[in-house]
């Protein structure tokens, strides 16, 4: 069920909602951004996120193949949410749950979690090792 949650990056220059289903799993990944950023992302569709203050706080990186822009705010450097632009269902952005306002530490470790093996681009299945994750 979608409900929209509020969420901004540590220092609030960067503020957003978005409409997620909670009861759909959320990802891990272990690529070398998401294992270092620690991102934990839910999926809000195209049309489910909007950014509510801060789009000139922002700092885009893009690597690897370039199609997912990496967003951080370039005064708390944290990274609140992602675009993903070429993905099974089309354009969709990854909001990092750590940034979620109202969302308890009960709530979070209740959340179905897919670990995906982005490292050697087998989206479709776990790692051998995610524990860490």
Known sequence: MLKTYRGSCHCGA??????????ESTYR???SICRRTRFWPAVAR???FRLLAGEGELT???FNTRKNQHYFCRH??????????????????????????????????????????GRED???QA???????
């Open 14 to 23: 960067v503020r957003f909602e978005a409409d997620l289903d909670l009861t």
């Open 76 to 117: 708390c450097g944290v990274r609140p949410f992602g675009v993903g632009t070429d993905t099974p269902i089309g354009k969709m952005y990854g909001v990092n749950l750590g940034c979620l306002d109202d969302l308890s530490d009960e709530a979070l470790v209740a959340l179905s979690i897919t670990y995906v093996d």
């Open 60 to 62: 885009q990186y893009l």
């Open 122 to 124: 087998r989206w479709q």
């Open 46 to 48: 195209e049309g489910g």
């Open 29 to 31: 990944c272990n690529c």
């Open 127 to 133: 790692p051998t090792f995610f524990a860490h994750l």
